[in-house]
């Protein structure tokens, strides 16, 4: 028995200093502490179904033995290269446990570790996109986001009294201070008049999309005098006019194919950028998606979304170093997937964390870097395919969201989050983030929380039947792109009418957040 309410631990880590300092702290609360230590993970752990296997039977032990038991995840090698074994093995280790917890329905609460060290942090970020993904769809688990000197002495103390209060999920320790994770509004935030600078090329990665495109014209109708764009396809026939007739207008528009992830290739774009430019900004705007619930996501999925996020993005630095001319700024297009865990995002929202992370190391090295969380844009981008149930109501045009960001890079800002989500139904829809976002929610923001339930109760007990009926029918329609809902049978199952399991998930935050 002792003063905290953890009786057990079971420590996850790739560090001997880290394992030996919990292991003492440990010793000295009375808890039983069992760990995998840095010589098995190292030399007995090969691949990730023997380490699966080997921290069930921990698990096993635990829940058996123990009364509340807490669950200590620190990969502190993590280093964001999906050819390293031991990223791979940090990530699906993470994803592996969470999976594991959920299955066997476990009372465990799961505090992950990381550095606070900003050069560190950064390299281990795609960690928390992923936990914040499946914090959202699985609600019922703790997972707690722990930034902290891993090797101070009394840090278990710390985090055991954070996990006991239950409050605040998302934590960093600064010597004797504690900090709490909030997403803040911008409540000064103003379209800034802006200047671009004629002489500047601006490169643009991942051109070839609906944003890179719309980009490309907005830049050229303010009269920029050089682009350079690489994409990894070669240019399109329809580009290619598209090319042509905006350089009517005397800008210089050059198109290279060029896998940017790819350091052979980037070479040959730095020779160009040094013969032919007197300075460049950098835009990284490449990405792809591939969406499936937690469950079903894998270390292949977030490898496939890193190649062109994190790769492209940790390639800057190699540009940086052999550019023979200034880099003025770097803007990372990252997604507002980062900061909510959008349902069946796992894989991207943990590749856009490591940009987030990236700009805010960049931008303290001296070395300004913007990383800008977008929201749904209107009608292009990668998600305008994406059959979902957006917490966007609506998104703003182009225009808008260019103006806001040379804005931002006016203000030298490194973060920024711009998007149209209606916070209220957010926040009902994903309890697990409602610290974090809550002074972005005015006080009336949720007077429609739970509006659908109180409409309900006011309603006969004959009528709400047919009236939920009627929401469920119409919430299935929007999400399976069905017109006509009449067309949708009441007597087959969510599967029978073309729903998938990360539909499913979908389905579940909407209804969540219509009845609050």
């Known amino acids: 028995e002792t003063e905290h309410e953890i009786d057990s631990l079971v420590l996850f880590s790739s560090d001997a200093e880290v394992e030996s300092q919990i292991v003492d702290d440990a010793e000295q609360q009375l808890l039983s502490l069992d760990t995998i230590s840095h010589h098995e993970f190292l030399f007995k752990i090969s691949d990730i179904n023997e380490f699966e296997e080997l921290f069930f039977t921990r698990i096993e032990k635990l829940t058996t033995d123990s009364n509340h038991a807490l669950i200590l995840y620190n990969w502190s090698q993590f280093m964001s290269d999906i050819q390293n074994d031991e990223s791979r093995l940090a990530y699906q280790g993470l994803m592996s446990l969470v999976k594991y917890i959920h299955q066997r329905s476990l009372q465990i609460d799961v505090a992950v570790l990381y550095s606070r060290d900003p050069s560190l942090f950064y390299k281990q970020s795609p960690l928390i996109g992923c936990v914040r993904t499946a914090m959202s769809e699985f609600p019922e688990i703790k997972i707690y986001q722990i930034q902290a000197d891993i090797k101070e002495t009394g840090l278990l103390d710390r985090v055991i009294k954070d996990v006991c209060s239950q409050d605040d999920l998302e934590i960093k320790y600064d010597q004797q201070t504690r900090y709490v994770q909030k997403v803040f509004p911008y409540e000064n935030f103003a379209l800034l008049p802006y200047q671009l600078d004629q002489q500047m090329c601006y490169v643009i990665i991942g051109g070839m999309g609906g944003v890179g495109r719309e980009l490309v014209t907005w830049l050229t109708n303010r009269s920029v005098s050089q682009i350079l764009i690489l994409g990894r396809s070669p240019c399109s026939e329809d580009y290619k006019l598209i090319i042509h007739s905006l350089s009517e207008d005397a800008a210089e528009i050059v198109y290279h194919q060029c896998d940017t992830s790819d350091e052979s290739q980037l070479n040959?774009?730095?020779?160009?950028?040094?013969?032919?430019?007197?300075?460049?900004?950098?835009?990284?705007?490449?990405?792809?998606?591939r969406d499936k619930a937690f469950n079903e996501q894998g270390w292949g999925d977030y490898e496939y979304v890193a190649r062109s996020k994190v790769h492209i993005a940790r390639n800057i630095s190699k540009i940086e170093k052999a550019l023979t001319i200034p880099l003025s700024c770097v803007i990372l297009f990252s997604s507002v997937s980062s900061e909510i865990g959008n349902v069946g995002q796992a894989n991207y929202a943990a590749a856009n964390c490591y940009l987030d992370a990236l700009a805010e190391y960049r931008t303290g090295q001296g070395k300004y870097t913007l990383s800008i969380n977008w929201g749904e844009w209107n009608?292009?981008?990668?998600?305008?395919n994406r059959r979902t149930l957006s917490l966007d109501q609506s998104s703003w045009a182009s225009d808008f969201y260019f103006c806001v960001l040379f804005s931002a890079i006016q203000m030298k800002s490194s973060r920024l989050i711009v998007s149209n989500i209606k916070l209220s139904k957010f926040i009902s829809s994903f309890v697990a983030h409602r610290s974090r976002f809550s002074p972005c929610i005015k006080d009336d923001a949720s007077s429609e929380d739970g509006a659908l339930l109180r409409l309900l109760l006011s309603m006969e007990l004959e009528q709400r039947e047919q009236y939920l009926y009627r929401h469920v029918v119409n919430t299935v329609a929007r999400l399976l792109g069905v017109k006509d809902e009449k067309t949708i049978s009441l007597e087959k199952g969510f599967f029978e009418l073309g729903m998938d399991s990360l539909m499913g998930l979908q389905l579940r935050s909407a209804l969540q957040g219509d009845l609050g």
């Open 268 to 289: 040959k774009e730095i020779t160009w950028m040094n013969e032919h430019c007197s300075k460049v900004a950098i835009f990284h705007l490449a990405g792809v998606l």
């Open 379 to 384: 009608g292009i981008g990668m998600m305008k």
